[in-house]
Each structure stands twice: as structure tokens, then as C-alpha cells.
């Protein structure tokens, strides 16, 4: 069997989010995708299967970090988008089935590829107690991102801010279903973004996830209203980092990145 390592939201190897990917006939018991996603060890693998023609989606997807599945998840879907595309498996836009409903990812002639997401609903809460200490910042502005991914998005004071965080993961933990995802306006934009931010998932087992393309259906919305524009590049600065332009269209948010195959192997188990 087939298993490939995809680096997401970037154009180079050994950058953005790595995620593992799959192609299969048919899901396996969960057990045994699970046990995948451990031994791969990234903060997703992504696990496809086609669905007969005629139907409202063209393959079935399901997200497993190490230690649980989850709801959603950006650069697993464009990882696995990208091996459907480069291996001839699929041509043109894939539509995927998964529980957060149907996803379409569309490959650019850049060879880009832009997923449709579901645009996060966000609701202003007040930030809790004890999640400054625990981030190591104080909170401007807190919301809560809706049912799909259950994260608190925190906005900080400045980029610098972002750059600088060395929260308690353990501490954490309590305050968001998934976790944390702090952001800050871009200091420069001349340097090719207009907002920075890192995400911290203790919950699902990840401290701090490369780049999270399912956290920037909140943060496209976030930031559109307060820069005025529909069409924005977010940072996500993490160690490996990556981009992620985003386009907001009400209830439904574009994603767009590149991604990068840099292990094509077999899974022996």
C-alpha cells in the first residue's frame, strides 16, 4: 500500500505542514487508521477512498491526528488533493465527502490548489481566566470559532507578540475544545501578508501545529472586516511556516497554498 508524506501551504520541501496520505479502495475499522496516524506521527493523515459516480462527491475523507480523529482539517485536504492530482488518480476539481460535509478542492494552473471551506462562525466571548498567564499574553479581542473546529481565536497586540509566545500547552488545554489560535495584524505588509498567527492544539495531541488551514476559515473572517478586503494572505509562524491566501465569500471561505510530495514509500502493516 501506498503512503505519501506532503508538505502543505508551502512550495518547498521541509516547510508548512506535513501530512500523510492514503489512497485507499475502502476505510479500514478505525482502529487501524488510527494506528497509521500514530506511526506517521504528523499533526494529520489524510485517508481517501473513491465513491461511485453519479453522486454528490467523488471521494470519501477522513483526518486522524496521533491521537484522534477530527472534524476538519485544511492542509490534509490539500495534501491529499495534491496526490489525487499528481498521481492521475483524479483530474480537476475533487469534491470530498467528510463530516464537516461536502469539500472541493481546484487545482490552479500556478499548480496551486484551492479548498472551499465552511466559513467559521465566530461569537465575541470574553477570554478566560488564567488564559493570559497560560498563553503569556494579554488577549485584545476573543471568539469562539463554532462547532467544526471548537478553538479560541485570541487576537494579540502586536506581530511581535505572536513571535514571541511560549505558552503552557498543558495549561491550555482547559480553555477551547481543540485550542488556541493567537493572530496580530501584519507589521509589514510589503513583506507579502497581511496577518500573522500560530496555533497551539494540545487537545488533539499537537502543541503547536505548523499551519492550520482549517483556522484560517476564522481568521479570514476576522481579519476581512477589520483590513476591509475579501482577498487576504495570512502567515502562520510557526518554526516551518507557510502561507495561506484566503478569499472570503460569506458562509464559505477559499483556502489557497501549494504543496509538495517529499515521501513516496510503502506501508507494509
Known amino acids: 500500500m501506498r503512503i505519501r508524506i506532503v508538505d502543505a501551504f508551502t512550495d518547498r520541501p521541509f516547510a508548512g505542514n506535513p501530512a500523510g496520505v492514503l489512497l485507499l479502495d475502502s476505510f479500514p475499522d478505525d482502529a487501524w487508521l488510527q494506528n497509521v496516524a500514530v506511526e506517521v506521527n504528523h499533526a494529520e493523515t489524510a485517508f ?3 465513491l461511485p459516480a ?3 462527491a467523488d471521494w470519501a475523507l477522513r483526518w486522524f491526528t496521533p491521537t484522534t480523529e ?3 482539517c485544511g492542509h490534509a485536504t490539500l495534501a491529499a488533493a495534491h496526490v489525487l492530482h499528481t498521481t492521475g488518480a483524479h483530474r480537476g476539481p475533487v469534491r470530498f465527502t467528510t463530516r464537516s460535509g461536502v469539500l472541493v478542492a481546484t487545482p490552479g494552473d500556478d499548480g496551486s490548489i ?3 471551506f465552511p466559513t467559521a462562525p465566530l461569537t465575541p466571548v470574553a477570554a478566560p481566566n488564567g488564559v493570559a498567564e497560560a498563553l503569556g499574553a494579554e488577549p485584545l479581542a476573543t471568539f469562539d470559532t463554532g462547532p467544526n473546529t471548537g478553538d479560541l481565536l485570541i487576537e494579540v497586540a502586536d506581530e511581535r507578540t505572536v513571535l514571541g509566545l511560549t505558552p ?4 491550555l488545554a482547559r480553555y477551547s475544545k481543540r485550542g488556541i489560535i493567537t493572530t496580530a495584524r501584519a507589521e509589514a505588509p510589503s513583506r507579502g501578508y497581511d496577518f500573522v498567527s500560530r496555533c497551539f492544539f494540545p487537545n488533539v495531541g499537537i502543541d503547536e501545529d505548523p499551519v492550520t488551514g482549517s483556522a484560517h476559515t476564522a481568521l479570514a473572517p476576522f481579519w476581512s472586516e477589520r483590513l476591509g478586503r475579501t482577498t ?4 502562520q509562524a510557526s518554526p516551518r511556516s507557510g502561507l495561506v491566501r484566503t478569499e472570503l465569500r460569506g458562509e464559505r471561505t477559499l483556502l489557497t497554498g501549494h504543496a509538495v510530495t517529499v515521501v ?3 506501508l507494509l502493516a
Open 48 to 50: 481517501t477512498h473513491p
Open 54 to 56: 453519479g453522486g454528490e
Open 264 to 266: 513516496d514509500g510503502e
Open 114 to 116: 484551492t479548498l472551499d
Open 232 to 235: 487576504l494572505t495570512g502567515l
Open 70 to 72: 477530527v472534524a476538519l
Open 168 to 171: 503552557d500547552h498543558k495549561a
